[in-house]
């Protein structure tokens, strides 16, 4: 009698090899949208963030992520210099979800830093054991019409 190649979800044999997949982590992001820009001169300006995202939407990382210890934004982005005004950062698994409710399903667009203005949402990405935040990029809501 011949039995199944599956032993559960993850495991599969396969001619006398056992194969082990394991799912792959989801990766957090932190989203803050820009609610002002400053033109300091000599071709600089600063951005002014600010949290993004309702608190509901965030997911818990262990409580890895809610101490501010060790947390910190870029302070320079490009040309941009950058100023976090909130208290804490909001951290979602799914990037474009999350900024399509918050925005009333408007479309999303890509960016360059150079055309930034207020209502942009910044996305920064936490890597590597200790969450360390790199910049991963910027939207615009677009409007449907």
Known sequence: ???????????????GVTVS???????????LKVS?????G?????VILQNGLPN???IDLENKTKSSKGLSLPR??????CIYTGQSFGVVADVTDA???ASGNARLAA???????????????????????RFAGIVRTIPQT
């Open 99 to 101: 900024v399509r409710a």
């Open 76 to 81: 320079r982005i490009a040309n941009l210099n």
């Open 111 to 133: 960016i360059v830093p150079e055309v930034i203005a207020p209502g942009d949402y910044m996305i920064f990405k936490h890597v590597g054991p200790r969450f360390r935040i």
């Open 36 to 40: 002002g820009l400053v033109d300091t």
């Open 56 to 58: 509901e939407w965030e």
């Open 42 to 46: 000599n071709g600089q300006q600063t």
């Open 21 to 31: 997949v394991q799912p792959k982590p989801r990766t957090p992001y932190s989203v």
């Open 1 to 15: 009698m011949l039995g199944s190649n599956k032993l559960n979800w993850r495991t599969m044999r396969l001619a």
